[in-house]
């Protein structure tokens, strides 16, 4: 069965400051979804990638999935404290997806 | 509606009861799903509906849990003989069709006492 790992699991860091977020998928990957987790609220989807190489960015998030399809990351330049919350990554499996167990990012002023 | 809705945000039971979750999903989408997450962890898959049929219920633990759509919009999840470790918040997403963004309800918090 595929397994994603998500690294690190925990990331503090101080306003203004650029951090990256890493998914490593046991198996290829056919489609990787970045989503966002705020207590109470869901997740929020924020980007999807289907193909290798590709790299999409959403104001000041930056998503890539690598050539060989098996690992994305997340980049957030210049982070704010609305960038707060737990960030998972999803894998499509047949359907369904398939998440790491997510990283929780810690903003402080 | 505008999004995802599910009923009731947070539920309270004690063990061995019976208890139904309720998912609303995005008017016009198909596919609807069901995930569980527990703390610290991330959403792992119950069980996946296109139209009114359940295509994949792989992810259901065992035959206390057991999900409906009879019309093709509204789901209910029913677990019975609830246990303390089905505590958990259930997630409910749905999709235009089977293959798409998956779209998440708030999800409900259920704990068992």
């Known amino acids: 069965s595929q397994e994603l790992e998500q690294s690190p699991q925990s990331l503090i860091v101080q306003e203004g400051k650029n951090l990256t977020i890493n998914c490593t998928s046991s198996k290829t990957l056919y489609g990787l979804y970045w989503y966002k987790q705020k207590y109470g609220e869901g997740l929020i989807f924020l980007m999807m990638?289907?193909?290798?190489?590709e790299e999409k960015s959403h104001e000041k998030i930056t998503a890539k999935l690598d050539e060989k399809k098996q690992q994305s990351s997340l980049h957030i330049t210049a982070s704010q404290p609305s960038h707060a919350g737990i960030y998972l990554c999803g894998a499509d499996n047949t359907d369904k997806l398939i998440f790491g167990t997510g990283t929780r990012l810690q903003v402080f002023p | 509606g505008a999004g995802v809705s599910q009923t009731p945000s947070n539920k309270v039971t004690e063990k061995g009861k019976y208890v139904e979750l309720r998912c609303d999903p995005i008017?016009?989408?198909?596919?609807l799903y069901w995930y569980r997450q527990s703390l610290g962890q991330g959403p792992e898959f119950l069980i996946y509906f296109q139209g009114t049929g359940a295509a994949d219920d792989s992810g259901l633990p065992n035959d206390r849990f057991f999900a409906v759509r009879p019309e093709g919009s509204v789901s209910t999840l029913k677990i019975q003989r609830t246990e303390r470790g089905d505590s958990a918040v259930y997630l409910c997403?749905?999709?235009?069709?089977?293959?798409?963004?998956?779209?998440f309800g708030a999800g409900t918090r259920l704990s068992v006492l």
């Open positions: 008017s016009g989408h198909t596919a």
């Open positions: 997403a749905s999709s235009l069709a089977g293959a798409g963004i998956q779209y």
């Open positions: 990638l289907q193909k290798g190489g």
